[in-house]
């Protein structure tokens, strides 16, 4: 089993619409999860962390952790065409909190 | 606040030739990291420092892949011979905290 896994999708969202990304990961990754955003051609960019079991709210993107599961998740409420872009799953590993990615999964939202 | 620092952005280079990325990171920031993002994939961390001391290189190709952070802020991240196989772009990161990494735009590398 890969430590991060993600679908790579596209997943495809029309305007307006909540975009729902998922993530499982290994017991080998502990409890600090993070989602960047890459658009084509960039750099990744943090949006949102995670650290706790439970839901984390940031304006338009909800992150949601469920440790018996080992799985988390990204929502992304009333999506724009702007969200369209690969969002990358990654959890630390190890005392020095090694990030280890997904290798993504791309949102088409759709006019 | 000024974001990581990276240069070149583009570099083609032939195989079998040297190379070398430069890496400034967000002030304060005391670790560093090197990440390879090949096309279709997540960044895989090459290295990573603690102020100007190794803390992981257990991924880094160590018989071509080299770095070094003087000073605990710089860093740059070498390779020689260059390989076909080592295009990519080549993400640097920083973070205050060993938690939330913030990444640099880049070097995409090409090798012909």
């Known amino acids: 089993q890969k430590e991060v896994e993600q679908n790579s999708g596209p997943l495809s969202v029309p305007e307006g619409a909540i975009a729902s990304l998922n993530c499982t990961y290994s017991?080998?990754?502990?409890?600090?999860f993070f989602w960047y955003r890459q658009y084509s051609g960039k750099s990744p960019e943090l949006i949102m962390s995670?650290?706790?079991?439970g839901d984390k709210e940031d304006g338009r993107f909800t992150a949601q952790l469920n440790k018996a599961s080992q799985y988390v998740s990204l929502l992304i409420r009333d999506s724009q065409p702007s969200d369209s872009a690969t969002y990358l799953c990654?959890?630390?590993?190890?005392?020095?909190?090694?990030?280890?990615f997904g290798t993504g999964t791309r949102l088409q939202v759709t006019l | 606040e000024a974001g990581v620092a990276q240069s070149p952005r583009y570099k083609i280079i032939e195989k079998r030739q040297s190379v070398a990325f430069w890496c400034n990171p967000i002030?304060?920031?005391?670790?560093l990291y090197w990440y390879q993002q090949i096309l279709g994939q997540g960044p895989k961390l090459l290295i990573q420092?603690?102020?100007?001391?190794?803390?992981?290189d257990s991924q880094l190709p160590k018989d071509r892949f080299s770095a070094e952070r003087l000073k605990g802020v710089d860093s740059t991240l070498k390779i020689q011979p260059a390989k076909l196989e080592d295009s990519a772009v080549y993400l640097c990161?920083?973070?205050?905290?060993?938690?939330?990494?913030?990444f640099g735009p880049g070097t995409r590398l090409t090798v012909t």
């Open positions: 017991d080998r990754v502990s409890q600090s």
């Open positions: 995670i650290y706790s079991n």
């Open positions: 420092f603690q102020n100007n001391g190794v803390v992981d």
């Open positions: 990654a959890g630390s590993t190890g005392t020095a909190s090694k990030l280890t």
């Open positions: 002030s304060g920031h005391a670790t």
């Open positions: 990161a920083s973070s205050l905290d060993y938690y939330e990494q913030y």
